[in-house]
């Protein structure tokens, strides 16, 4: 709890100077209530309620137990830049207690919709939170909701949060422009970015320096998997460009790439990445399949295990605010050194076993 108090102490308390309860307390137990599995307030309250004995030595609680009212109205008023900057604190200082290494490798970015966190009337346009990901330590490093539902806005946004000396910045073809890699390469980082029809000079002279290798005789590297019983063959060919950087006014830009990809029956599928290193082709196939763990790795336990997509949190900052505690949740369970259970196992073990509560809570200290 003390290392907790420490990185959420000075998240600005919105309410009014009479509010009953202590901030801190409230969101300590919003992030215990998610780490056994709470997916609402109203999940939030009862926990509060039948679990009270855990903390009767740790929190004060002057006025009680809050009500889903009160978890309610605390995650609706809460600046959500405010509870961002806290959560990284926290994930600094957790990282550390827990000797989690500093993020290197692959960080992919990628927004997900709250699908269900929509203001009335706006079913069509879900708030999106864009998120870095560390592969390597499998966890969310920040967080940052699009403004006006723009992702790669809030890509950029997210950028200026990260130190990215030794990393490489893995993203789709939304965030394949040159701002995006301006910063990147600002920061310290590399990129690998996927380059559709959105930018039609920048594709046309790719698949041009690409046709041109191969037919001096430049062969792809393949490799063949057959994960969850689908079988599927890769090749990737990576080209060094000289010009396309000063032609297109492209930082940073030092080579070109394809994968094709054939699964099955199914026809072959070829896609194209502009790339700031002249990356072997087997680091390439590596590094853009590391880039998909974000979505296995944190949008469906997100899904799945934490129900964001069916959570119904809709007014004011609430949708973002939540979004952000069940990342730290899920940065928590992840962290317990037990890879033999999945993290739902891990949350309802929690739930059901107080001695393994404390075990993940002690990674916070």
């Not at 809460?78 to 993020?103: N, Y």
């Not at 799945?304 to 952000?324: M, S």
Request: aromatic share 6%; charged share 25%.
């Amino acid at each position: 709890m003390d290392r907790f108090s420490e990185c959420f102490e000075d998240l600005p308390d919105p309410r009014a100077d009479n509010a009953l309860h202590d901030l801190t307390e409230l969101l300590f137990i919003a992030l215990m209530a998610v780490l056994c599995g709470a997916t609402s307030c109203t999940d939030m309250a009862l926990f509060a309620r039948l679990k009270a004995y855990l903390w009767q030595d740790v929190l004060v609680l002057k006025h009680g137990l809050p009500s889903h009212d009160t978890f309610s109205r605390v995650f609706r008023m809460l600046d959500p830049k405010a509870f961002e900057a806290a959560f990284r604190r926290f994930m600094e200082a957790f990282a550390e207690g827990a000797k989690i290494a500093r993020p290197r490798g692959v960080i992919a970015l990628d927004g997900k919709a709250l699908r269900r966190g929509y203001e009335r009337g706006k079913s069509h346009m879900p708030p999106v939170m864009v998120t870095a990901w560390a592969a390597q330590t499998r966890m969310a490093l920040a967080n940052v909701l699009a403004p006006n539902n723009n992702e790669a806005a809030g890509a950029l946004q997210l950028l200026e949060l990260l130190q990215l000396k030794g990393c490489v910045v893995t993203a789709d073809a939304l965030h394949c422009h040159r701002e995006m890699a301006k910063q990147i390469v600002a920061r310290g980082g590399d990129y690998v970015l996927a380059v559709k029809e959105n930018q039609p000079a920048l594709l046309a002279d790719a698949r041009a320096a690409i046709a041109a290798a191969a037919r001096k005789g430049k062969k792809p590297v393949a490799t063949t998997d057959a994960d969850h019983g689908r079988k599927e063959k890769r090749s990737a060919l990576v080209v060094p460009v000289k010009d396309m950087e000063a032609r297109h006014n492209f930082p940073g830009l030092k080579a070109v790439a394809r994968i094709t990809s054939k699964r099955g029956k199914d026809k072959a599928v070829e896609r194209y990445f502009l790339l700031s290193q002249n990356y072997s082709r087997t680091q390439l196939l590596s590094i853009v399949r590391t880039h998909w763990t974000i979505e296995n790795g944190l949008h469906w336990p997100l899904d799945v295990i934490l129900d964001e997509d069916l959570a119904r949190n809709r007014k004011d900052n609430g949708p973002a605010n939540l979004a952000v505690l069940r990342r730290l949740a899920l940065n928590v369970a992840r962290a317990h050194p037990d890879t033999k259970i999945s993290l739902r196992l891990k949350l309802k073990r929690a739930g059901w076993n107080d001695a393994f509560f404390f075990e993940l809570l002690g990674h916070m200290r």
